[in-house]
């Protein structure tokens, strides 16, 4: 199979080839018919005159529809200058067809892929794969590819190691409910899919490997909002001997340079990123993700900012503590003798750091508390006793008594950052296969019942309404 992409074929006029795709669309007009065929590199014109195919192609022809795939030999040919289409990357030639094959029929999609934007949601993710083909899927999938490559080559620039770690796992308390999995050889007994890697990433950090990355999925059970999932992708990194200053220069260079090579027509408003506190930002703006673009309409404007400063601790309903971003980060440092005491708890200030971009929180990290006795004051002031701080967190205290170096990180989230890139309303446009407003893959049909068997092997008794 000798194949020519269709975007090639401008540089083979004259020559017979073959190309490979789907009907976008068809025109007849009279004896005359065209395709546009479709393939990864875009659309060709493809014409199709009788006398020219040959006898077997002629016949099929008349029944060929869009979505069908093809594969057509002809001519390349160049075009009259009043057929010129400076619109389609290929439209100074067309393929004149000798032979057409049908490598498989197509029913009518349910949809129009030409244009998806007024189609309904759910009916696309139902037949994602159609949904796919369309231009607008086919632009965002291969724009968030670039833009992962980039992420991984400028890390792996930077002296990073990139590390998978386990999705089948012991929960992380950081906020959200945990999606559960029971376990069958230990009767009775659950992992929970990670909300992120954070405990690993610190833990490989106490293993020496000093700089870590990894595009990690994370799990989240949480009602959903426009920006989220139940799992969503996670530029996780962490890094070892590095202050707050150390963090914020290599993920600005980073996501400038991102800019500049994934979306080169895009700007941004102000280098280096604006630097908000917390205070300020909810003083200034009433949000601690401000969007700061000074023109709103402008659909290649990129307006970056840090948020720094954020209280630790957050009171609770019953009158307690709880963390307001990540329990395991370290209180600046001025505020480090206030968490030893357990004093002014309200006031204590985190090493917590978030980016925004354009009104979305784009990621956020902080300098970790490495030292055993100050991360035990965390759970203490949030309630845990002795039993319920070992059982939960005591191999991350033990690791840290064996020379756990001082080391921070941060995850910039992936879909939102792809989502902005590609001026998308929403994740689920960057998301190959991403599930509807209430969890659920309208594709694959989940989440569904299971048979008793499964259960049984899982000790799991559905409780009857
Ligand atoms: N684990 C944090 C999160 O998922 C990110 C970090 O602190 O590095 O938001």
Same mark, same amino acid.
């Given at each position: 199979?000798?194949?020519?992409?269709?975007?090639?074929?401008?540089?083979?006029?004259?020559?017979?080839?073959?190309? *490979?795709?789907? +009907?976008?669309?068809?025109?007849?007009?009279?004896?005359?018919?065209? /395709?546009?065929?479709?393939?990864?590199?875009?659309?060709?014109?493809?014409?199709?005159?009788?006398?020219?195919?040959?006898?077997?192609?002629?016949?099929?022809?008349?029944?060929?529809?869009?979505?069908? =795939?093809?594969?057509?030999?002809?001519?390349?040919?160049?075009?009259?200058?009043?057929?010129?289409?400076?619109?389609?990357?290929?439209?100074?030639?067309?393929?004149?067809?000798?032979?057409?094959?049908?490598?498989?029929?197509?029913?009518?999609?349910?949809?129009?892929?030409?244009?998806?934007?007024?189609?309904?949601?759910?009916?696309?993710?139902?037949?994602?794969?159609?949904?796919?083909?369309?231009?607008?899927?086919?632009?965002?999938?291969?724009?968030?590819?670039?833009?992962?490559?980039?992420?991984?080559?400028?890390?792996?620039?930077?002296? /990073?190691?990139?590390?998978?770690?386990?999705?089948?796992?012991?929960?992380?308390? &950081?906020?959200?409910?945990?999606?559960?999995?029971?376990?069958?050889?230990?009767?009775?007994?659950?992992?929970?899919?990670?909300?992120?890697?954070?405990?690993?990433?610190?833990?490989?950090?106490?293993?020496?490997?000093?700089?870590?990355?990894?595009?990690?999925? =994370?799990?989240?059970?949480?009602?959903?909002?426009?920006?989220?999932?139940?799992?969503?992708?996670?530029?996780?990194?962490?890094?070892?001997?590095? %202050?707050?200053?150390?963090?914020?220069?290599?993920?600005?260079?980073?996501?400038?340079?991102?800019?500049?090579?994934?979306?080169?027509?895009?700007?941004?408003?102000?280098?280096?990123?604006?630097?908000?506190?917390?205070?300020? #930002?909810?003083?200034?703006?009433?949000?601690?993700?401000?969007?700061?673009? &000074?023109?709103?309409?402008?659909?290649?404007?990129?307006?970056? @900012?840090?948020?720094?400063?954020?209280?630790?601790?957050? #009171?609770?309903?019953?009158?307690?503590?709880?963390?307001?971003?990540?329990?395991?980060?370290?209180?600046?440092?001025?505020?480090?003798?206030?968490?030893?005491?357990?004093?002014?708890?309200? %006031?204590?200030?985190?090493?917590?750091?978030?980016? +925004?971009?354009?009104?979305?929180?784009?990621?956020?990290?902080?300098?970790?508390?490495?030292?055993?006795?100050?991360?035990?004051?965390?759970?203490?002031?949030?309630?845990?006793? &002795?039993?319920?701080?070992?059982?939960? /967190?005591?191999?991350?205290?033990?690791? /840290?008594? *064996?020379?756990?170096?001082?080391?921070?990180?941060?995850?910039?989230?992936?879909?939102?950052?792809?989502?902005?890139?590609?001026?998308?309303?929403?994740?689920?446009?960057?998301? @190959?296969?991403?599930?509807?407003?209430?969890?659920?893959?309208?594709?694959?049909? @989940?989440?569904?019942?299971?048979?008793?068997?499964?259960?049984?092997?899982?000790?799991?008794?559905?409780?009857?309404?």
């Amino acid at each position: 199979m000798s194949r020519l992409l269709n975007l090639a074929t401008t540089e083979a006029v004259g020559q017979e080839v073959t190309i *490979y795709g789907w +009907v976008n669309t068809r025109r007849d007009m009279g004896k005359i018919t065209f /395709f546009d065929m479709r393939d990864r590199s875009g659309l060709l014109q493809v014409v199709l005159v009788p006398a020219e195919l040959d006898d077997v192609s002629r016949e099929i022809v008349t029944g060929i529809r869009p979505e069908y =795939c093809l594969s057509i030999t002809g001519l390349v040919q160049a075009r009259g200058a009043k057929q010129l289409n400076p619109n389609l990357p290929t439209g100074t030639v067309e393929l004149l067809a000798k032979h057409v094959e049908i490598l498989n029929p197509s029913k009518t999609p349910p949809f129009e892929l030409e244009d998806t934007s007024g189609i309904n949601e759910e009916l696309r993710m139902k037949y994602r794969y159609l949904d796919l083909r369309s231009a607008r899927m086919q632009r965002n999938i291969r724009l968030r590819d670039k833009l992962v490559t980039f992420m991984r080559d400028y890390l792996h620039g930077q002296d /990073f190691v990139e590390i998978e770690t386990p999705y089948i796992t012991k929960g992380t308390p &950081e906020g959200a409910r945990e999606f559960l999995i029971p376990s069958r050889t230990q009767p009775g007994q659950f992992y929970a899919l990670p909300q992120s890697p954070q405990q690993f990433k610190q833990l490989l950090m106490v293993g020496g490997m000093e700089r870590y990355f990894q595009v990690a999925r =994370c799990f989240r059970d949480e009602d959903q909002r426009g920006d989220r999932q139940p799992e969503f992708t996670q530029l996780d990194l962490e890094m070892s001997f590095v %202050e707050r200053e150390n963090v914020l220069n290599l993920i600005e260079d980073m996501m400038i340079k991102m800019v500049q090579t994934v979306t080169p027509e895009k700007h941004i408003q102000q280098i280096p990123f604006p630097r908000l506190s917390y205070q300020e #930002a909810m003083d200034k703006y009433g949000s601690d993700k401000p969007d700061l673009r &000074e023109d709103k309409d402008d659909p290649n404007l990129l307006a970056f @900012a840090w948020v720094i400063d954020f209280p630790f601790f957050e #009171a609770t309903e019953d009158g307690g503590w709880t963390f307001s971003h990540n329990p395991f980060s370290r209180p600046k440092p001025e505020h480090v003798p206030w968490l030893m005491e357990k004093s002014h708890i309200g %006031e204590i200030l985190t090493t917590q750091y978030d980016i +925004v971009l354009n009104g979305y929180e784009a990621g956020g990290g902080s300098i970790r508390n490495h030292e055993p006795e100050a991360l035990k004051r965390v759970f203490e002031i949030m309630g845990f006793d &002795e039993e319920g701080i070992q059982k939960q /967190f005591g191999h991350m205290l033990e690791s /840290f008594t *064996y020379g756990a170096p001082p080391h921070g990180g941060i995850a910039p989230g992936i879909d939102r950052i792809a989502m902005i890139l590609a001026n998308e309303p929403n994740i689920r446009e960057v998301i @190959a296969f991403p599930k509807t407003g209430d969890g659920r893959d309208l594709l694959m049909g @989940a989440p569904s019942e299971m048979p008793q068997k499964n259960l049984d092997e899982v000790n799991i008794q559905i409780k009857k309404k």
